[in-house]
C-alpha cells in the first residue's frame, strides 16, 4: 500500500505564487521583499469585522478610511539598525503599505471602531438598519 500525501488547499497556493511571481517589483519595500498585512475577516449578523496582523506598529502609523464602499488601511514602519552592524538575516518587512479591501455599501460609516491591541488592529463596520435581516410574519390563510 502506497501512501499518499494531500494538499487540499494547494492551488490557492499555487494562484499566490502566480501572482507573486507575475507581479513581483510592485510595491516593494527597500529591502527588495513586497509585503502586505495578514487579514482575517468575519460576519455577524450586525457587523464585519476585519483583523491585520501588524506587529511593531503603533496607532500613529495607521490610518483607517471607509469611503465608496472599500475598507482601506494604510501604514509605514521602520526599525533602526546600527551604522556599524553587520546584517545576517532581513525578514521583517518594513516600509509602507495600503490594504484594500471591497465591503461595499451595507455598513454606518459613522460607526466604525478600529482598536490596536498587540499589534493586531481589529475594526469593526456595524450594519445599517435596512439592511440587517429583519423576521418576515407568515401569514396563515
Known amino acids: 500500500m502506497q501512501i499518499m500525501r494531500t494538499r487540499p488547499f ?6 499566490d505564487t502566480l501572482f507573486d511571481t507575475a507581479f513581483r517589483g510592485w510595491g516593494e519595500t527597500p529591502s527588495g521583499r513586497s509585503w502586505m498585512p495578514r487579514v482575517d475577516a468575519f460576519e455577524t449578523d450586525d457587523a464585519l469585522t476585519v483583523r491585520y496582523e501588524l506587529a511593531g506598529f503603533e496607532a500613529g502609523d ?15 514602519r521602520t526599525f533602526e539598525t546600527p551604522e556599524e552592524a553587520r546584517s545576517h538575516r532581513t525578514e521583517i518587512a518594513t516600509g509602507s503599505f495600503s490594504r484594500s ?23 469593526t463596520l456595524r450594519k445599517r438598519p435596512e439592511v440587517l435581516p ?3 410574519e407568515i401569514k396563515t390563510v
Open 10 to 15: 494547494s492551488l490557492t497556493r499555487d494562484f
Open 101 to 123: 479591501l471591497r465591503i461595499g455599501d451595507g455598513f454606518d460609516r459613522d460607526s466604525v471602531d478600529a482598536e490596536l491591541t498587540n499589534g493586531v488592529l481589529e475594526v
Open 62 to 76: 495607521l490610518e483607517v478610511t471607509v469611503e465608496d464602499g472599500m475598507l482601506t488601511v494604510k501604514g509605514s
Open 134 to 136: 429583519q423576521p418576515i
